[in-house]
């Protein structure tokens, strides 16, 4: 090696230590400023951020727990790409907006998996989400009707207020009486006004879904979210 391939290792060499001097002199000063000069403080502040993070990481767990997802769709484990995840993202994307969106399709879709995708976006951002059938929902409401069953209607309904989003599935599974309609527009129509996030999915066409919720709840979404055809090839 020539003396000036020397030379330059030794001016790099140089360089690098004095970047090195350079970091520990900010972390000393850093320390300084912030733990008056406390050797330990670095320590300190490091664990307390890593025991900030796996309280989160409990937190969000908890949440994902009482979402209620279904177990099957709970360890699936997306593919990042295709139109599938483009339109997730989409969505994901205005979480937090009070979106009232519809995902409907023949079976075989995604649909389901993509709102229980959303709602651990959700988790990880430490807001509550939840997930249930339309007739699960008209179920509990049902249940409330015993003589001896203290939860009322409101109480239902109340329930499926709080979360930051709620997901309802099957929506065409419902029988379509007024009973059944009222109760849905009345849970629906009160998380628009909260302008909190509620995700509707059914196996119908455009058209038939617009026809199954009337024209009021179509209107609103049309201005928070729209009907959206997951007219993509099967996911399964």
């Not at 937090?96 to 409907?104: D, H, Q």
């Not at 229980?116 to 249940?143: N, P």
């Not at 989003?165 to 059944?180: C, G």
């Amino acid at each position: 090696m020539s003396n000036k391939d020397l030379e330059n290792e030794a001016k790099s060499a140089g360089a690098v230590m004095g970047q090195a001097g350079m970091w520990k002199e900010m972390r000393e000063n850093l320390s300084k400023e912030l733990g008056s000069g406390d050797p330990q403080w670095l320590k300190r502040e490091q664990r307390r951020l890593e025991a900030e993070r796996e309280r989160k990481a409990d937190y969000s767990r908890e949440l994902l727990w009482k979402a209620c997802i279904p177990a099957r769709h709970s360890l699936v484990t997306p593919v990042n790409k295709g139109p599938w995840y483009e339109m997730y993202a989409t969505i994901e994307a205005k979480l937090g907006t009070g979106l009232l969106v519809a995902l409907v399709s023949p079976r075989g879709s995604g649909k389901t998996q993509m709102g229980v995708e959303l709602i651990k976006a959700m988790a990880r951002k430490q807001a509550s989400g939840r997930y249930i059938t339309a007739t699960g929902f008209l179920l509990m409401v049902k249940s409330t009707y015993k003589s001896d069953e203290k939860m009322t209607e409101r109480g239902v309904i109340d329930q499926f207020r709080h979360p930051k989003l709620l997901v309802i599935d099957e929506l065409s599974k419902r029988k379509d009486t007024e009973w059944e309609f009222q109760l849905l527009f009345e849970l629906i129509n009160c998380r628009y006004n909260d302008m909190t996030d509620t995700i509707l999915i059914s196996n119908q066409t455009p058209v038939q879904f617009a026809e199954s919720v009337g024209p009021s709840l179509s209107s609103r979404m049309k201005e928070t979210g729209g009907i959206i055809e997951c007219g993509w090839e099967s996911y399964r």
